[in-house]
Antibody
Framework: EVQLVESGGGLVKPGGSLRLSCAAS????????MNWVRQAPGKGLEWVGH??????????DYAAPVKGRFTISRDDSKNTLYLQMDSLRTEDTAVYYC??????????????WGQGTLVTVSS | DIQMTQSPSFLSASVGDRVTITCRAS??????LAWYQQKPGRAPKLLIY???TLQSGVPSRFSGSGSGAEFTLTISSLQPEDLATYYC?????????FGQGTKLEIK
């Protein structure tokens, strides 16, 4: 059974930093493209970014609102995905989910999701 | 960026009703579309990918159709456990944008 467990959320002041982790089990993590999605309180889902596998160059893409402030990385030896968040703003307040990317017949989708971790940016 | 627009934003229906949610893309995305169900306080769950392919384990009352820029998610006979918010997501190009969601209420 695939399990994704996020951790590291909490309360942080504007301008501060936080690092989220997503521990994966039950899958070949080294072969999994991984994603971060967030959801502000009472709002919809927002794509944050993703990281490809090392075999595909390990490329990373970010949404415009977080580019230059957030960094996605992975440690395949620990089956763990990270989201380093710097220069946090109040509008970054959200539940952050990690999700695996599935592929079938050329199509892409997010098939497994963690339970999410809440990040609150407030003074 | 590709904008995804869902309609309606809110829907109230009775058990047994046929329910349809529409998702429109601001440009053509072929069939690179997925649908998710998010129940209150829970993570999203994949229902459909490639516009119409049902994810394993998802009840057959859910179906998807469309291609290009207009897509639909249909629930053929609404059940009480279908109370949730439904989202579409495009995978044609980055960023992989979501629709704003359709909140489904059971009358």
């Amino acid at each position: 059974e695939v399990q994704l467990v996020e951790s590291g959320g909490g309360l942080v002041k504007p301008g501060g930093s936080l690092r989220l982790s997503c521990a994966a089990s039950g899958l070949a993590f080294i072969n999994a493209w991984m994603n971060w999605v967030r959801q502000a309180p009472g709002k919809g889902l927002e794509w944050v970014g993703h990281i490809k596998i090392r075999a595909d160059g390990g490329a990373v893409d970010y949404a415009a609102p977080v580019k230059g402030r957030f960094t996605i990385s992975r440690d395949d030896s620990k089956n763990t995905l990270y989201l380093q968040m710097d220069s946090l703003r109040t509008e970054d307040t959200a539940v952050y989910y990690c999700a695996t990317a599935g592929f079938k017949t050329g199509y892409y989708y997010y098939d497994f999701w963690g339970q999410g971790t809440l990040v609150t940016v407030s003074s | 960026d590709i904008q995804m627009t869902q309609s309606p934003s809110f829907l109230s229906a009775s058990v047994g009703d046929r329910v349809t949610i529409t998702c429109r893309a601001s440009q053509g995305i072929s069939s690179y579309l997925a649908w998710y169900q998010q129940k209150p306080g829970r993570a999203p769950k994949l229902l459909i990918y490639a516009a119409f392919t049902l994810q394993s384990g998802v009840p057959s009352r859910f179906s998807g159709s469309g291609s290009g820029a207009e897509f639909t998610l249909t629930i053929s006979s609404l059940q009480p456990e279908d109370l949730a918010t439904y989202y579409c997501q495009q995978f044609n190009s980055y960023p992989h944008t979501f629709g704003q969601g359709t909140k489904l209420e059971i009358k």
